[in-house]
Every structure is written in structure tokens, then in C-alpha cells.
């Protein structure tokens, strides 16, 4: 048998896993599959943080508790609520909550026992494995230290606040919500309601309590019977969020269709409207707030885009400035029309306007402290988006007084 040299053995299979190769590939893998276990991890513990809302009351003690306080609409107001929401502010910034806390926002201020009550709400952000109880007794401790012990804490998430003219936005004090395009989006006019006239969309309307609607006097020359006549609440008409029956209506007693003259009514709702942050109540300004010319305001509603155009079923914005009387009563204008109840709003170049089914409806301004109010109703116009010819409203400060007559409001 002649010498052969044995073949070698045939390679163990396991041999193909010792390829570098494979090895690197699979080191490689293990180490990216625990990159992102840790990393979700770290994310799900640390980073995955949701917003707590605190709902308190605190006591001012050295603040002298004055009827200027009632109201939103007041300078004293508005300038101890911004100096209580800069002091919180600061004390938290200061704590060891300061990665916590997002923001504070008083939302009313009524008298105490020795003072100012000021209800608040305060947004905090935290992961999830954080303890909520022992969120709120680190809230409440820094909250009594700032205030040595005459405040109180009560953390309700279930009552939601709704001051007046607080876009939803400000409700979940969110950074501000841009107003841009047409249409509206649901929370950003919480006190717009839509008119049915036997359930088809007739005029806007606004909501100022849980009972009364503001709107225009106009609205009912065809038809003033409370029975024919329904409230729809939310940004959809085909698809309303709450509606109601009315039980009353109460037209102005010197409204004349002629002239536009106290072109403004209320009404009664047969049962209250339950407040959301979607929908509630618009701010009445004082009798004497002035309004500037030149200013900026919003008008909403589901009118036409154009004059004897149809009416929409989503709600839709526009951003026109305040014009004074004056120059409203220009000869190339109303030439005398406008009268002191009235109010004109548009932009020089024409194109943006309220229109036919505007009408009743609200025309705002948001003040320094995000919060909206009240200054006209949509009356009427020379047909829509005229240059010359802006669109009338009832000035709402003329008007404040027979509203608290008609309403207590
Ligand atoms: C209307 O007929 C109407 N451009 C409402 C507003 C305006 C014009 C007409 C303002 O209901």
C-alpha cells in the first residue's frame, strides 16, 4: 500500500462561529440591544415626564381685600396677579422643585378672612415613578414656608378651572397656540355658540355665564320665539359638543333695524351649560375700558366667506384692527352712520371681515395677562371685505351696564 498522507480532518462546524467576523457581529449586536434597553430605561424612569396640574388657594395677608379685585377686567387685578404669579414663580425656581415647575396662573381672587384669597392653578412635570402624595406635601411645605403657614394646598385634579376668557391653551398653561389660518381649532373660542333657528345655524352668539348668551338684536327679526331656538356649543355645528333649549329672550327695547341702533338682546338658557376648557365664559370689560384704535382683535363665527355666500360648519377666525369712530365716519366710509354704541373693526387693504351668520358673534382682545375679552357683537356692514367699508359691531362697553340689568352678570 503505497504511503498516503491522511486528509485532514473535516473542520468541526464550530469553527464557523469562531470567524472573526461573526464574533464581531454578534459582540456588536449584544452591545446595541443593551444601549437600548438602558436607554429606554433611562428614558421610561427619567425623561418620560407627564404634566400634574395643582389646584390651590393661598392667602394674602398683607393685601387689603377690594371690590377692584372682583374683576378681571380691573388694573388692581391684573397687577396683583401678575406680582402673586412672579413671587410663586420665583419661590419655586429658588426650590429644590425648580426642574419641576412649569408655570402658575391665578384664575381668581376673592376676599378672605384677613386679606386676598387667590385660587391658583401650578403646572409641574415629573417621570412617572414619581410619588404624587409626596409631590404634593413637597409642594404644600415650600408653598407654607413662602407664606408662613397661612396658605393652604388643595390638590383637586378632578375640578377643572375655567376662568373667563381662558383659551384652552391657558387652561393647561401650554406654551401660547399660534392663531393662524381660518378655522378654529376646538378650545380656542371657548364662549363661541352657534344660534339654530329650527336646527339650522342662524347667527353666533356668546356665552357670558353658565345661563346667558349675548347676542345681537338683529337675529331675531324674523323669528323671537325662545321655543324655535336652540344653543350648539362647540367648533362643529354638525357635530355640537353640548346644545340647549332657551327659555327666554330679551331683545333691547329701543333696537331699530333702520339705523343699527342697540343692536343687541340676551338669552335665557332653559338649563345651565356644563363648563370645559372648551367651553366657558368670554370676559366683560368695564363700563369705561377704552378701546384703542389701531389695536388688535379676533372675529369668529360660521358665516359666509363671501357676501351672499353660504355659511361654513367649522369655526372660523379673523384678525382685523380697532378703527375709531372717526375715521369709520369718514364720507368715504359710513359718512356719519356710526354712532357711539357702535364699534368698527377690518384691515385697510379690505379682504378680512365678518360676514352674513357672523352675526351675534364675538369680536376679542386678549389683554396682558392672555386673558380674552368682550368688545363687540357683529351688527353689520356694506357687504364683507369692502376697504372702506369695515364691519360694524355693538360696542360692548356702551352696553355694560344693560347687560348687568337684563342679567346680574
Ligand atoms: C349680515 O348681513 C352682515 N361685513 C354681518 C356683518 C357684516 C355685513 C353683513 C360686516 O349679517
Redo the contacts with the bound molecule.
Sequence with gaps: MPYMIERPARVPSTSRFLNPYVICFVVVAVVVILAVTVALLIYFLAFDQKSYFYHGNVEILNVKYSDQLNSPATQEYRTLSGKIESMLSKTFKESNLRNQFIRAHVVKLRQGGSGVIAEIIMKFKFSRNNNGVSMKSRIESILHQLLNNSGNLEIDPSTELTPCGARSDLITLSEERIIGGTKAEEGDWPWQVSLHLRNAHH?GGILISNMWILT?A?CFKSNSDPRQWTVIFGISTRFPKQRRKVKTIIIHNNYKSATHENDIAVMLLDTSVTFSKNIHTVCLPMATQNILPGSTAYVTGW?SRK?SGSTVTELEQARVNIISNEACNAPNSYNGAILPGMLCA?VPEGGV???????GGPLVQEDSRRHWFLVGI?????????PD????YTRVTFYRDWITQQTGI
Design positions: 347667527c345681537a338683529h358665516g357676501y377690518g371681515d365678518a360676514c352674513q351668520g357672523d352675526s357683529v351688527s353689520w356692514g356694506y357687504q364683507c371685505g369692502l367699508n369695515p364691519g360694524v
